[in-house]
């Protein structure tokens, strides 16, 4: 019972264009939702979270959008930049439970 | 610390065999988690502890995994009997408040188990 999802694998943007990531999630108790970068051979490091009260959360290049009637949230990353090519996870955690549950994960790589 | 650091790096077993894994979090952090990651898949979740007991253990696959953090800092999951099922990277990660997760946790760099 796969509770967050990320159906693309992979996605392959060019330098400077904007990269969307895309997480849904079928636990309508969930209400905070993370995105985590994942390098190779490191651990996952935080990049942006949003709380189910705010449809939008921004930091810098950096912008997560949340739909709550359809579940879905979205990782904006504009202008892409090489550096942005890892792995990226969405999470999400109910209130009272301290618990994260990941997604499955989508490989941004970014094309020079 | 810097950051959490889990160890060893990397685990070789023989099937059969108990494994120990450590995870120090970062300093002064009150709570401590531990996901499994399966080649392909996110982390998930095994159990955590905020200081030295253990809150949910829910995520924990059957009684041969164990985990303890007996003084509120180091955490050791054990797993006991290990089999071949078993192998994946295991990720250690803290937070320095509890409460619901509205803040970011931190993650180790994991340690890769193989059972042969």
């Known amino acids: ?112 | 610390g810097a950051g959490v650091s889990q160890s060893p790096r990397y685990k070789v077993t023989k099937r059969g065999q108990d494994v120990a894994l450590r995870c120090d979090p970062i300093s002064g952090h009150v709570s401590l988690y531990w996901y499994r990651q399966a080649l392909g898949q996110g982390p998930e979740f095994l159990t955590y502890f905020n200081y030295e007991a253990q809150q949910d253990k829910s995520g924990l696959p059957n009684d041969r995994f164990s985990a303890e953090r007996p003084e509120g800092s180091i955490s050791t999951l054990t797993i006991q009997r290990t089999e071949q099922r078993d192998s994946a990277m295991y990720r250690c990660a803290s937070r320095s408040v509890t409460g619901t997760m509205n803040t970011e946790a931190f993650f180790g760099q994991g340690t890769r188990l193989t059972v042969v």
């Open chain 1, 1 to 112: 019972d796969q509770q967050v999802k990320q159906n693309s694998p992979s996605l392959s943007v060019q330098e400077g264009r904007i990269s969307i990531l895309n997480c849904d999630y079928t636990n309508s108790m969930f209400d905070y939702f993370l995105w985590y970068k994942k390098y190779p051979a490191e651990g996952p490091t935080f990049l942006i979270s949003i709380s189910s009260i705010k449809d939008k959360n921004e930091d810098g290049r950096f912008t997560v959008f949340l739909n709550k009637s359809a579940k879905h949230l979205s990782l904006h990353i504009v202008p892409s930049q090489p550096g942005d090519s890892a792995v990226y996870f969405c999470a999400a955690s109910a209130w009272g439970n301290e618990k994260l549950t990941f997604g499955t994960g989508t490989r941004l790589t970014i094309i020079p």
